[in-house]
């Protein structure tokens, strides 16, 4: 990777994320100090990608706290627990955002502390930890990733699963960065990904911006893409695994999923264990994030629809276990059957 992205910055106790929502025209960091600046920086999908949601979410309940000054302990205790449920109420579906805020809330439960300087340097730690655990589970991905992939391969993506998803590498792109920095060639094929065009606005600037050779596509162009230019797979991203391997990742994965299928084409899933749910059996239990109709009718501000039209807009699908060919984390790659592997190589995170 030439130019490595950092979308989370956490410099001299102040956070600073990438502002996603101004890509691909404009690269800057904006800084977050208050409760209401992390849900909207969440909700308006300026930090998104389920494991930067993590990272995000740790180093915003320690940034929020120090801005609010507590006078005690018992205010700093009540200042986190409330801003943890407000964070916990801005998006549903990646569980990547309650895993970080369990781990911080888990701090105070279980520390010795004597005063609020001494909490907030233990809540310090651990969202650090946080990021940094992130980072190398990425990194792994991407190693054992690599090994699926022969040279002058082509792969297909789709929404944004890397750099700016996570922390560094990404998940589902973390192979491709480490493939192409071993010397292999591996062009891209990148889903736009509506209705908010992560695909487009993030992944292929992403991989442009790191020199790696990228064709951007519509979301209903890949079955022919498929047909003709013999893709050697397809990798994605997650949001939530649940038990039996069943996956909810940006909507239309579960179409790709079939697409792939019927067409013989390897479909991986790359997420760290963070990623994993092994409190739900299945992926009918996976909350469904639904999302403004405003996002579908409208494009570039410009109406689209007749007014009053009636909308759906969910913003993530499940993809069946069955249409999944392995599952790369950290801490290997796990086949079928997945119920057995999953608990076996994730257990115990
Ligand atoms: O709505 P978004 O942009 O947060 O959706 C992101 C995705 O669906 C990603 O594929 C997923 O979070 C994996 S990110 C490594």
Redesign the pocket.
């Known amino acids: 990777m030439s130019q490595r992205l950092k979308p989370i910055i956490w410099e001299n106790r102040k956070l600073y994320i990438i502002d996603q929502t101004l890509l691909p025209k404009t690269l800057t960091h904006v800084s977050i100090e208050t409760l209401e600046e992390a849900e909207e920086a969440i909700k308006l ?1 300026k930090i ?6 993590g990272i995000f979410a740790g180093f915003a309940l320690v940034c929020i706290l120090i801005n609010r000054k507590p006078k005690n302990i018992n205010d700093a205790i009540d200042i986190l627990k409330n801003s943890a449920i407000a964070i916990k109420k801005t ?1 549903p579906t ?1 569980v990547n955002l309650f895993w970080a805020i369990d781990r911080i809330l888990k701090v105070v439960h279980n520390s010795n502390f004597e005063s609020v300087s001494s909490l907030i340097n233990l809540l310090e730690q651990e969202a650090t930890n946080i990021y940094q655990e992130e980072i190398n589970a990425c990194k792994q991905i991407g190693i054992y990733g690599n090994s699926l992939i022969k040279n002058n391969s082509t792969v297909l993506t ?4 890397g750099a700016l ?2 922390g560094e590498y ?3 792109l973390s192979p491709i960065y480490i493939a192409s920095e071993e010397g292999k060639k591996v062009h891209i094929y990148a889903d736009e990904t509506r209705p ?1 065009l ?1 695909g487009a606005r993030l992944t292929a600037w992403e991989l442009q911006y790191a020199g790696i050779p990228v064709t951007l596509i519509c979301d209903n162009m890949a079955g022919q893409v498929m047909k003709e230019k013999k893709l050697d797979m397809v990798i ?4 939530r695994i649940a038990k039996n391997g069943d996956t909810a ?2 909507i239309g994965t579960y179409s790709l999923s079939i697409l792939a299928r019927y067409h013989g084409i390897p479909f991986y899933v790359c ?1 760290p264990s963070s990623t994993f749910d092994l409190n739900i059996s299945d992926g009918s239990q996976i909350p469904i994030e639904e999302r403004n109709p405003d996002e579908i009718c409208f494009f570039n501000n410009k109406r689209n629809a007749p007014e009053g039209i009636s909308i759906y807009n969910p ?2 699908d499940v993809t069946p276990a069955e249409n999944i060919t392995a599952f790369i984390t950290e801490k290997g790659i796990i086949y079928p059957p997945f119920e057995k592997n999953i608990s076996e190589m994730i257990g115990i995170i």
């Open positions: 999908l998104r990608g389920a494991p930067a949601l998006r990646a789709h929404c944004n699963a998803a996570t990404g998940t589902a908010l992560q994605v991203g997650a949001d990742n940006k997420a913003a993530f």
